[in-house]
């Protein structure tokens, strides 16, 4: 027995569905492939078999006294890390939906099958499998208690400390993949434990009151780079993510553009990104200060487009220049009907408001040539450019007359 058959051999697939040849259908290709399996037609039996460790489960969405939705609760609520197979006869859209709401969950759904099997579900069945083998057991995987939890203590110090950096992700034009200008990623290095991602301080940093200093701390170290590379001859243009709280502080206006004085980068050069949630609650303060923020030539990009609350008159009515899809629908583009219509409607929404618009998330080539055929003009992602520190970020040279 080789390392994999041996690992598959302790791995344990639970099925779940009311038809027994179709149990028996992906029980059989379990097998073949080294794999425990059980199934069951209902779902007490179901909850009695389910274990934490399970290697993956298929699950049928429709079942005659319950549906798919309830069971996906279940496993959301038990903190399952199973890659997840949905299986239906639904049309393609309900599929979406439940695999949709089983992310929402936290579950990972590795693939969905359509009823009734044929050769290319067959295949799809081992090809989910044999990933499955590959991937690690979810228990050596890291669970969420033990990630580091920062309090505000620990974040204080480590602003204290410089331990709080800008990285530099580059957006390229979507045509020429030309570098066009930098986003502003804050990062903690902590000398013990590594880097530590926005996500874990950021919303911590808001509700203990150190977002003030936090965004302070970023800004000026961004803009302090930005100053080197202008004074190397380069022509750096950067966008900085403004938390909405700051969206009520009445100075900020007057306060960046000090700060931009300071450092000799002129406003037209930074953009400031908004994540569109913060653009619900008081907008016409918000507004008062987006206007002044405008007037001092600031840009103003509508962050995360599609995931808030805003309403179409809020876009209309505020002063942005930019417009950045959402990379969650830039994700689903291709396999989705729904996202690719958000794509295609957001992008030919914000050209007719007049704003720039920018795809985040572009991962493919795939992605990078649908969001450039639909006339998107700037593009953020992996396959251009990954987050980076301010010495492995490269400018092009500018043209001479610049
Ligand atoms: O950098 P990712 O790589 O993980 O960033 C996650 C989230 O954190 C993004 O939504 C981004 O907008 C936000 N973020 C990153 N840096 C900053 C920052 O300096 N200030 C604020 N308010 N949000 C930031
Ligand atoms: O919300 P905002 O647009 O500021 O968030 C940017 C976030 O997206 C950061 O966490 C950044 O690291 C991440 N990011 C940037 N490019 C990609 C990408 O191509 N794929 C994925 N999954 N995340 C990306
Ligand atoms: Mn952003």
């Not at 399996?37 to 319950?66: K, V």
Request: charged residues 25%; glycine residues 6%.
């Amino acid at each position: 027995m080789n390392q994999a058959e041996a690992k598959a051999a302790q791995s344990a697939v639970l099925i779940l569905d009311d038809e027994r040849d179709m149990c028996e259908f992906v029980a059989d290709v379990g097998s073949d492939l080294g794999f425990k399996t059980h199934w069951c037609d209902n779902f007490e039996d179901f909850a009695c078999r389910y274990s934490i460790d399970l290697q993956g489960i298929f699950l049928d969405l429709a079942m005659p006294g319950m549906d798919g939705v309830e069971i996906i609760r279940f496993l959301g609520d038990n903190h399952s890390e199973a890659p997840l197979v949905l299986m239906s006869g639904y049309d393609s859209d309900v599929i979406d939906a439940a695999r949709r709401l089983a992310e929402t969950r936290g579950l990972k759904v590795a693939g969905v099958l359509h009823k009734p099997f044929m050769l290319a579900e067959l295949s799809a069945i081992y090809k989910i499998l044999a990933e499955v083998r590959r991937s690690p057991r979810p228990s050596a995987v890291e669970r969420p208690k033990d990630i580091y939890r920062p309090d505000a203590q620990a974040l204080s110090n480590a602003l204290d400390e410089g331990h709080v950096v800008p990285y530099f992700q580059a957006k390229f034009c979507a045509s020429t993949r030309q570098v066009k200008g930098a986003e502003v990623l804050a990062r903690w290095i902590d000398p013990e434990r590594g880097l530590i991602g926005p996500d874990r301080f950021i919303p911590m940093a808001e509700q203990d009151g150190l977002i003030e200093r936090l965004t302070d701390t970023v800004i000026r170290k961004s803009l302090a780079q930005c100053r080197l590379w202008r004074r190397l001859g380069f022509a750096p243009r950067v966008a900085l993510n403004l938390s909405p709280l700051l969206l009520r502080w009445l100075d900020l206006p007057d306060a960046l553009l000090d700060m931009a004085r300071e450092y000799e980068v002129p406003p037209e050069q930074i953009m400031l990104e908004i994540t569109e949630t913060a653009l619900v609650g008081d907008f016409s303060a918000s507004l008062d200060i987006l206007t002044r923020l405008r007037m001092r030539r600031f840009g103003l990009s509508v962050d995360d487009f599609g995931t808030g609350y805003s309403s179409l008159k809020q876009l209309q009515q505020g002063p942005f220049t930019e417009l950045k899809v959402d990379q969650s629908f830039i994700a689903k583009a291709l396999t989705e009907e729904g996202a690719r219509a958000i794509v295609e409607s957001s992008i030919a929404l914000g050209h007719r408001l007049g704003l720039k618009v920018v795809a985040e998330g572009i991962e493919t080539e795939e992605q990078l040539e649908l969001v450039r055929s639909l006339g998107c003009e700037e593009v953020q992602g992996y396959l251009l450019g990954r987050p980076c520190a301010a010495e492995g970020f490269t400018w092009p040279q500018p043209l001479p007359h610049q």
